[in-house]
């Protein structure tokens, strides 16, 4: 009956409390085999993802049908009608209520189950009546959330329509160029043994159309990262992307507040008011030990070098003489945690290469713990004032290099934050991070690396140090921070050739290099750039952290899975002979596909 109804609309049951889909314009094949192996009671073998689940009626279960309770319905634990088969989908959830006969060998139809079947358990059931099919959507939340993303885009649209600004497609199959993740590349038919790639963003192009005289630039772009899954990455995602001519940072700032502001509208209803507040990467890294900080909650870190670096410790004496900083923060009345609880925040700073945390309490005004006998009493009076300690609290510090003593200390802050439950539900907390390191050192390959990308105008103050002193030389950078996640980021552009040579010269390109790779950016300066500057927007990541989603995927409507597979197509795939040899390439040995002649 779902089949055949497929053309119509969809509506819904709630009779029982959940969402029946009737009807589905695509109905996928799978199901269609579930469908209809429940009317004519095949037998196959269960597959992974088949479990059996137990869910309390909204109303009053069903009489239990005469005879229905049969030896083998009471050892399979099927009592009542709210015991049901449940197969788990992407997306979808299929319920199979009452019984169905012999859905333990339902595996024949692995195949039509591969890349969709979460779960590995199975469980045997038994022999019955006929199976009622239910397709669940599990309270509609992929749609309302397609549905907040449909408004925001439109918001978001309207908005900077009413700036002035030109909504412009930039090219699809663009030049390869280092950007930070691998690329997509997409090899060309037409031209042997050539390349295109997939943007990692419009950056180059929107910045030649404010050469080419655009005042003003935005687009929705999608935006594709060869890169390894994580809860906050996909293979493909959207920025709102945007560039202004003849702008300062105050002027960027002032359209992205707009941007957001319009954005918490359309999806919750939530009133975002700039100017947001702005700090400098520096004070973040101090005060927080990310560049990216959370300030729902407090727990800021402060340095202790001075105060512990001529202590009988010998962990601190040594950190501090080599020019490393011991660091600490205070967390309110958790004087009480047990070993194992202090070896957890132990073992997250190792992580970020921390070699460990030292940890004292403070009781009746004084500090306890192992260390505490090598630190004078005026360091340790020095210690509870400066991190505002009380009696009850845990004092926890860091003694390392700079970097790693406030980024493993900040990781801590992060988890010690959650797990106090500090951080109250619908508290949103927006910030400017801005003057990040133009540079940074990649050691394992020995040389200067651009900390965001090689387009970023350095501040005017620091020219005469750019060759002498990278490290030292800030960038006109700025990130926009949500609850301790990156939305968005951007900085004011090189606008002369001359400057962006010696920016490249740094990192390490050559003139040929430079050429190659950005030569048709480099004549375009020759012809006179504005002062331009722009920002890229996460439009997905940006939904996900108002709504409190924790995984991207639940705001995509056809995501990736870990694995970067597509589960409603099984791409990638392999591709016929004849279009590897269209494409005159072939695979490396070892791994070619059976159907590829050698």
Not at 114 to 135: D, R
Not at 232 to 244: A, N
Not at 401 to 430: C, H, N
Not at 518 to 532: D, Q
């Amino acid at each position: 009956s779902i089949a055949k109804s497929a053309g119509r609309r969809t509506r819904r049951d709630t009779s029982h409390g959940e969402e029946t889909m009737k009807a589905r314009t695509l109905i996928p094949t799978f199901l269609l085999s579930v469908l209809a192996l429940a009317s004519c009671g095949a037998a196959a073998p269960a597959p992974s993802g088949v479990s059996r689940e137990s869910v309390a009626p909204s109303a009053p279960a069903a009489a239990p049908k005469a005879g229905a309770a049969s030896d083998a319905q009471s050892q399979a634990g099927l009592t009542d009608i709210t015991d049901r088969l449940v197969i788990r989908t992407a997306n979808l959830t299929l319920i199979v209520k009452d019984t169905l006969a012999s859905l333990d060998e339902i595996g024949r139809m692995t195949t039509e189950f591969k890349g969709f079947i979460q779960s590995s358990n199975t469980t045997k059931f038994a022999q019955g009546s006929q199976a009622t099919i239910v397709i669940k959507v599990p309270s509609d939340k992929l749609d309302a959330t397609l549905e907040r993303a449909r408004k925001m885009a439109i918001e978001v649209r309207n908005y900077l329509s009413a700036q002035n600004f030109i909504e412009v497609e930039t090219p699809v199959l663009i030049k390869s160029t280092p950007e930070g993740a691998r690329d997509f590349v997409v090899p060309s038919r037409l031209n042997t043994g050539m390349f295109y790639a997939l943007p990692q963003s419009p950056q180059l192009y929107k910045q030649l159309l404010m050469i080419a005289g655009f005042d003003r630039y935005f687009q929705l772009a999608p935006c594709f990262r060869d890169e390894d899954q994580r809860a906050d990455r996909q293979l493909v995602h959207t920025q709102i992307d945007l560039e202004m001519s003849f702008c300062d940072e105050e002027d960027v700032f002032a359209i992205v507040e707009g941007i957001i502001s319009a954005a918490f509208k359309a999806v919750n209803g939530v009133e975002v008011k700039g100017p947001f507040p702005r700090i400098s990467y520096d004070e973040a890294m101090e005060r927080f030990g990310s560049d990216k900080p959370d300030l729902r909650f407090g727990m800021e870190m402060r340095d202790l070098t001075d105060l512990v670096g001529e202590s009988d410790f010998s962990i601190f004496r040594e950190v501090c003489a080599s020019g490393g900083r011991v660091r600490g923060l205070t967390a309110a009345g958790c004087a009480h945690f047990s070993r194992k609880e202090t070896d957890e925040l132990a073992d997250i700073a190792k992580i970020y290469k921390a070699k460990g945390i030292i940890t004292l309490k403070v009781e009746e005004g004084q500090v306890k713990g192992s260390v505490a006998k090598y630190l004078s009493e005026d360091a340790q009076r020095g210690i509870v004032k400066r991190l505002q300690a009380a009696d009850g609290d845990l004092i926890i510090m860091v003694a390392d290099d700079p970097e790693v003593s406030a980024i493993s200390l900040g990781q801590v802050r992060r988890f010690l934050g959650r797990k106090l439950g500090l951080i109250r539900e619908g508290d949103y907390k927006l910030l400017w991070v801005t003057e990040f390191p133009l540079f940074e050192w990649n050691p394992d390959e020995n040389r200067w690396e651009a900390k965001h990308h090689i387009f970023t105008q350095p501040r005017e103050q620091d020219l005469p140090i750019l060759e002498s002193d990278p490290a030292g030389v800030k960038g006109r950078l700025y990130d926009l921070v949500l609850n301790g996640v990156e939305m968005g980021s951007g900085s004011i552009r090189i606008n002369k050739p001359d400057l962006q040579k010696r920016v490249m010269k740094i990192i390490g390109t050559t003139a040929e290099d430079a050429e190659r790779k950005f030569g048709f950016l480099l004549r375009a300066y020759e012809y006179g750039g504005p002062v331009h500057g722009g920002l890229a927007i996460g439009f997905d990541r940006l939904i996900a952290v108002i709504l409190g989603l924790e995984n991207l995927r639940d705001v995509i409507a056809f995501p990736q899975n870990a694995a970067g597979v597509s589960l409603v197509d099984d791409c990638p795939n392999e591709i016929d002979a004849k279009q590897w040899q269209e494409l005159h390439i072939r695979p490396a040995e070892g791994v070619a596909p059976r159907n590829v002649s050698k």
